[in-house]
């Protein structure tokens, strides 16, 4: 099971079933708002600061899985892909 969450040369990967796309996350932030209320009682924010938040659980939408859930090396633009049956030229 993992909480971090990828970045720019990561992604998310099922060990179970090699799903590299669908994922339900759940997640929580805490922010800052400023919120403008007009003389009808009608809220509109204005200003957003995040000032926290992390993820709790990733969950494969193939298969389900959430104990399987790995970052991994994105792969590099125009390489052939590392893992045969997912993409590549096996």
Same mark, same amino acid.
Do not use: K, Y
């Given at each position: ?40 009682? @009608? $809220?509109?924010?204005? %200003?957003? &600061?995040?000032?926290? =938040? #992390? ?20 792969? @590099? $633009?125009?390489?052939? %892909?590392? &893992?045969?049956?997912? =993409? #590549?030229?096996?």
């Amino acid at each position: 099971m993992t909480s971090a969450v990828p970045d720019a040369r990561s992604r998310w990967r099922c060990a179970h079933c090699g799903n590299l796309t669908r994922f339900d996350v759940v997640r929580t932030t805490q922010v800052r708002e400023f919120w403008h209320v007009d003389l009808a009682g @009608e $809220p509109v924010v204005e %200003e957003s &600061e995040l000032l926290g =938040g #992390g993820v709790q659980t990733v969950t494969c939408r193939w298969c389900g899985a959430s104990d399987a859930i790995e970052i991994v090396a994105r792969p @590099e $633009p125009g390489a052939p %892909e590392a &893992e045969p049956g997912l =993409g #590549g030229t096996p």
